[in-house]
């Protein structure tokens, strides 16, 4: 399986399934406000991807602005786009070469105040990815340490391994570390006569965050942002930030026999050190200060794949507070088309389980780095993940996309841009491609989906299953859709009980899982779902305590043939293969 950045094999006996119902753990009292990091579904757009607006076949922020509208009536609450810098494109964004001005692909500095001011007077937030790890090497400050330029001298990570006169430089490698693109990590300059280390690209030199000068202005690049009134970030490869110092080799994990593949490696000595935890508290610190300054919640989320036990200390203590969260990305690596209700229990509890009391969870269905839900969970299965994700305690990550149901686009070989794909070459690309899941969005049933204009071709290929429904109008104008789904979900949130209920979770059958939101004086919500293939009725008052005789279905998988508005007993629930059901004991109370 391809999961960017794991490198563990998780331990998924670190979660035993507890019996006892999971209270949200919240920070605040109950009557308290929540922040909108914690309320909102976080909507991430992939700008390529969204809506070109000048006809280039690349999508843009006048496209992005265009259809904000589109986001208010989804019901999102919080935008995050990835990377929109001046960059040279080669890692299409997260390389940067300049962390102050806008890419001319995307637009100007202009066009991100007007994107930002409507956003907001929408009611939405704006996130930025923070790419922390590495720069371009197109950038002034790599041009100025490949130049030995006073004060930019040990910017990135300089070394060479013990003097060899048979290998090609006259110098071993500093070590045996590997890109996560493959390959070794270290890349030789002739110019500066050294090595330097580049965890992704070999365009994309790492940063040496031992160096004062980067540290500063790391800082410096938040509070730019934060300045220009950005609601939070989005953390980039947050595990790449530090490395063991001497560059000690690492050892083989016995996961694959591909030499040039990275997890051929544990990354003991490259991933998650101890001051990387340290540096996250200062970042927090400053948004903290932004705050207090001007009253608005600041939030930073952080793309870390790993285990529990290296992942949960990025929240930090309440003493020392870290990240608003860590990226939970337990329903990408733990699950696959086959997952039965043990499974997503257990990804459940995996998060539940270990986060540290105080805390506030999230759940990420998909991003620009995994094929996408339906590709990866099952066609069959698409409402259901999206009910499950939105109606756990805690906050919802939707990769755009995702509300209508898109999959993944065969992309050839000929039109693959992905660099990890291109190291990979054309034998192999297929195992790592990121395209598929970056194709354009399918608006409507016009030309290229809406996405851009008749006769141009966008810079990835348009899946031809918007001709078949899986578009924005035509789901809005059937009768059931994704996206109606979806809005019922996002409607659901608003209710106190989504807020603040307590998490009860049960494997009723080998395919059926459920689980309830309970919360004293508000109606009970269950959300079930059959993950199997064959029809099933299953008893959830066996299971659950207290239920009514009768249940309301508040939102249905779209192939269910019990819709919305329709009321079951909780004591012969009907079930078709990848359906999900949200029930609710009665009516419900806004928050
Ligand atoms: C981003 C990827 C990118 C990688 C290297 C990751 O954290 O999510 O899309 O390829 O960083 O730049
Ligand atoms: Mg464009």
Request: net charge negative; with cysteine.
């Amino acid at each position: 399986m391809r999961v960017l950045g794991i490198t563990a094999v998780l331990c998924l006996l670190a979660a035993a399934v507890s019996a006892d119902p999971v209270r949200v753990r919240q920070p605040k009292a109950d009557d308290e406000e929540l922040a909108w990091w914690q309320t909102s579904v976080i909507y991430q757009i992939y700008p390529r991807s969204f809506k070109d607006s000048n006809g280039d076949g690349v999508g843009d922020l006048r496209g992005i602005i265009n259809q904000l509208e589109y986001l208010q009536q989804l019901g999102v609450g919080a935008v995050w786009l990835s990377p929109i810098y001046q960059s040279p494109m080669v890692d299409l964004g997260y390389d940067i070469s300049n962390y102050f001005e806008i890419d001319p692909v995307f637009g100007t500095m202009d066009d991100f105040n007007e994107f930002r001011d409507k956003a907001h007077s929408l009611g939405l937030q704006v996130m930025m990815d923070y790419v922390v790890s590495y720069t371009s090497d197109q950038i002034e400050w790599f041009q100025k340490s490949l130049r030995r330029e006073d004060g930019y001298d040990e910017w990135y990570v300089w070394a060479v391994g013990e003097r060899n006169e048979s290998a090609p430089h006259g110098y071993n490698v500093p070590s045996n570390w590997l890109s996560l693109f493959r390959g070794s990590a270290w890349e030789w300059s002739e110019e500066r006569q050294q090595f330097y280390l580049h965890s992704f690209t070999v365009n994309q030199p790492d940063l040496n965050y031992r160096d004062d000068g980067v540290v500063l202005q790391m800082k410096d690049v938040l509070r730019f942002w934060l300045d220009k009134k950005v609601d939070g970030f989005r953390v980039d490869a947050v595990s790449q930030m530090y490395e063991a110092e001497g560059f000690p080799d690492e050892l083989p994990s016995g996961l694959t026999n591909d030499t040039e593949a990275n997890n051929y490696l544990q990354h003991v000595q490259t991933q998650n050190r101890p001051e990387t935890y340290e540096m996250i508290k200062q970042w927090r610190a400053i948004l903290d200060e932004y705050q207090a300054a001007d009253g608005k919640a600041k939030a930073m989320m952080l793309e870390v794949y790993d285990d529990p036990e290296i992942v949960m200390p990025y929240y930090g203590t309440p003493e020392e507070p870290g990240a608003q969260f860590p990226f939970n990305f337990y329903f990408i690596s733990q699950l696959n088309a086959q997952s039965n209700a043990s499974d997503v229990n257990r990804a459940v509890h995996l998060w539940m389980d270990n986060m540290p009391e105080g805390n506030w969870p999230n759940w990420v269905l998909g991003n620009h780095d995994q094929p996408r839900v339906g590709t990866r969970l099952g066609v069959a299965r698409k409402d259901l993940f999206n009910m499950i994700s939105l109606l756990l305690p805690g906050t919802a990550i939707t990769f755009m996309g995702e509300e209508i149901g898109m999959e993944n686009t065969h992309v050839s070989w000929e039109d693959t841009v992905d660099p990890w794909a291109l190291n990979a070459g054309p034998d192999l690309y297929e195992s790592v491609t990121r395209d598929p899941e970056r194709t354009p969005f399918q608006w409507n049933t016009s030309a290229n989906a809406g996405f851009t204009d008749e006769g141009v071709k966008p810079w990835l290929p348009v899946n031809e299953n918007y001709l078949q429904g899986i578009n924005v109008e035509s789901e809005l104008e059937a009768d059931l859709s994704h996206i109606k789904v979806y809005r019922k979900l996002v409607d659901a949130r608003g209710w106190r009980v989504a807020q603040r209920g307590a998490l009860d979770t049960a494997i009723i059958s080998e395919w059926v899982f459920a689980f309830t939101r309970t919360l004293d004086g508000e109606p009970t919500v269950v959300v079930v779902g059959n993950l199997g293939t064959d029809v099933e009725t299953v008893d959830l008052s066996a299971t659950f305590d207290g239920l009514p005789d009768q249940l309301t279905v508040h939102a249905a998988s779209i192939s269910s043939s019990t819709q919305s508005g329709a009321t079951v007993s909780p004591q012969s629930v009907t079930l078709e293969a990848g359906v999900g059901l949200v029930l609710v004991a009665n009516s419900t109370s806004a928050a």
